[in-house]
């Protein structure tokens, strides 16, 4: 059972358009309902924002928000999952617009999608927009240089009980690296890693009474030419106390 309220800008209640729930797994006999003096216990089939794919879960929050079912903070809402890489990588301040004629052939124009990353010459970019004439083949695009968006601090927060929280990294032609030496509680899982990859943060319960805060330094190597820069950025964990 879910119980919530709707409230706008003004923090009035108002009704909005129906919300799509996901139907978790059956759980027996955690259920208890009164009628008068008489208790009926049965299953439970629990309705939530989260959706489990195994050890995934992703939410219909938009961002960071408590689960109503594990009582845990859930990472991966719509922000994170659609928009977050692409807005990081907007206002790196390396970033630049470039604009490029190309003649592509059929096959790659009934494929090539917006969301595409395209490598020229060593440097990767994404498609910010695009006109293309069928009959010819002649493509006008307009293009983002790609980084990566952990070049560009995070934050993450955590609940105040022992668990784990799975943090995502897209490290596209280069390498990141997780420092220790800034953890002054938990590990991570990986330490390094190229390509898309993921890395389990296991934290003890905060016994403290307060958040607590630490700033991991990611770094980022990537490759232009022959030369490999280096880029810093922090990764900053907060547990709530």
Not at 33 to 43: E, I, P
Not at 74 to 85: D, I, V
Not at 86 to 102: I, P
Request: proline residues 4%; glycine residues 8%; neutral net charge.
């Amino acid at each position: 059972m879910q119980v919530g309220y709707s409230l706008n800008k003004n923090l009035q209640p108002y009704l909005p358009k129906p919300v799509l729930l996901a139907q978790l797994d059956t759980v027996p006999g955690m259920y208890q309902v009164f009628l008068g003096n008489t208790a009926y216990t049965g299953n439970y089939v629990p309705f939530g924002q989260e959706i489990y794919n195994g050890t995934d879960i992703s939410t219909i929050n938009w961002n960071i928000e408590v689960s109503s079912y594990t009582n845990n903070p859930q990472s991966n809402g719509l922000y994170r999952t659609y928009y977050e890489s692409f807005l990081l990588n907007l206002f790196n301040k390396k970033t630049r617009v470039v604009s490029l004629n190309a003649n592509f052939p059929q096959s790659l124009l009934i494929d090539l999608k917006l969301s595409d990353k395209l490598i020229i010459k060593d440097k990767k970019y994404i498609i910010n927009s695009m006109q293309t004439n069928l009959s010819t083949g002649d493509v006008k695009l307009e293009l983002l240089s790609w980084f990566n968006a952990d070049s560009v601090d995070r934050n993450i927060r955590v609940s105040p009980s022992a668990g784990t929280y799975v943090v995502g990294f897209e490290a596209g032609d280069g390498t990141r690296n997780i420092s220790s030496d800034g953890l002054s509680f938990g590990s991570f899982s990986v330490s390094s890693g190229t390509g898309s990859f993921t890395s389990t943060f296991t934290y003890p319960e905060n016994t403290t009474g307060k958040i607590r805060t630490q700033a991991v330094q990611v770094t980022s190597e990537r490759k232009e030419g022959n030369e490999t820069e280096l880029i810093y950025s922090k990764l900053i964990i907060a547990q709530e106390g």
